[in-house]
């Protein structure tokens, strides 16, 4: 499959995917002459509600859930805020929020907001990882309380695409009457889910990671879970979520989802694969390079990878000199010098963790554009290398 544009390779798809042209083929229509509003009473504006309708139940088939279980939002951010503070106003007695360290800032920020700016009003444990980034499930069942609203917990982190085991928590939550809440925007589209056979309440993503449009995301909640709205308005979204719809992205993150039902068996062998290939030549090619997370335990796309004594965003600089685009572990690119709370919590030592590289892949990715990378990254690690007063040789 070609990639988008030859002058680049694009390895950075946990941060964004390349639309795909599927996609852009299916919302069309709606961005032309199918404007109508689909809350319209005439026929012009029912037959867009009509492709909502069919959006929301493509989106359903990939999740393994009821196509009612299915709010449209604007995003995997304002799905987790939504799940989160639905709990917290459906059991205002309770105060109490479980998550864990290395959580996406959309929930992480969303905690220590409740947790400082309401005065103290709520108390958040945050469950620690180990090396490869896996959770106690021990320490899990210690933190569950009957002060304990929900539980907000990520299908797979990513930053390393560990994947956690939110089957088996979700039901140990709901043996004690707690409401469970997953991040899986980065799950979705790589991992099976089978909502129905879950006890997870609510469940976030957001179309941009699979491959359709940025702005639509999804909500889903669980037949029979109490919900308080977090956009008041109109009736839209059977009265979850005001607003009129935004039609062409729901349009093309149905179709998104059943590409991705397709080609899950691909993102599971062939992108795996590549991902595979490229992480053991860096590590074998590049002394002192060490791979961040669970080897197994892992989503098939992504390899976060330490080069110890370099800076993540110098290597970044100078691979994109060469075309090629991926993210830094290193929070040092948003303007601070603090490395990943994520490799921070996994205990990567500093040197390692601010030259940390999130290789990302998709199934437009190629093994020629691999192998470019597997040449590349070598000479640009020892040029930098040359340069740090932290490089012994």
Sequence with gaps: MAAANPTV?????????????????AMMPFLTESYGNPSSMHTFGGAVGQAIKEARGKVAALLGAEPGEITFTSCGTESDSTAILSALRTY????????????HPAVKNLCENLETVTGHKYRVTRLKVNAEGLLDMAEYAAALTEDTAIVSVMWANNETGVIFPVAEMAKMAKQRGILFHTDAVQAVGKVAIDLKNLDIDFLSLSGHKLHAPKGVGVLYIKRGTLFVPFMMGGHQEHGRRGGTENVASIVGLGRACELAAAKMVEENSRVKKLRDRLEEKLLATIPKSMLNGHKTERLPNTANISFEFVEGEAILLHMNQHGICASSGSACTSGSLEPSHVLRAMGVPFTAAHGSIRFSLSVYNTVEEVDVVIAKMPEIIESLRKLSPFWKG
């Design 9 to 25: 390779i694009y390895m950075d798809n946990n941060a964004t995917t390349r639309v795909a042209p599927e996609v852009v083929e």
């Design 92 to 103: 205002p007695e309770k105060r109490h929020i479980v998550t864990t360290r290395v959580e």
